[in-house]
Nanobody, 127 residues
Framework: QVQLVESGGGLVQAGGSLRLSCAAS????????MAWIRQAPGKEREFVAA????????YYADSVKGRFTISRDNAKSTAYLQMDSLKPEDTAVYYC????????????????????WGQGTQVTVSS
């Protein structure tokens, strides 16, 4: 079992930046690929980014490529999502998730590949 707690959400103007954190506890952090998934009101969940245990391989949705950066600090059992050049359409609840899959050649990027989820943190981008 892995417990995940997100933090760092808030209200920011368009063009601004936020950094989300996901603190993990429980099982060995390096056993898991970490991901960020978001859901806006009235919309389906959208897979945002993922990073395998070593940090070597990452995945980004086209909608965030070049603006968001996912990273992890295995010594702190924490994953991060640096969000720059934020747009109003980035407004959503952002969830951290952990899953056992992931290799150098394949980074899991569908919701059902992740078994543990946090409670989410709200990100609101004003225009």
């Amino acid at each position: 079992q892995v417990q995940l707690v997100e933090s760092g959400g808030g209200l920011v103007q368009a063009g601004g930046s936020l950094r989300l954190s996901c603190a993990a506890s429980g099982r060995t952090f390096t056993s898991y690929t970490m991901a960020w998934i978001r859901q806006a009101p009235g919309k389906e969940r959208e897979f945002v980014a993922a990073i395998i245990w070593s940090g070597i391989s990452t995945y980004y949705a086209d909608s965030v490529k070049g603006r968001f950066t996912i990273s992890r600090d295995n010594a702190k059992s924490t994953a991060y999502l640096q969000m720059d050049s934020l747009k109003p359409e980035d407004t959503a609840v952002y969830y951290c998730a952990a899953g056992r899959g992931g290799t150098y050649y394949y980074v899991p990027h569908t919701h059902d590949e992740y078994e543990f989820w946090g409670q989410g943190t709200q990100v609101t981008v004003s225009s």
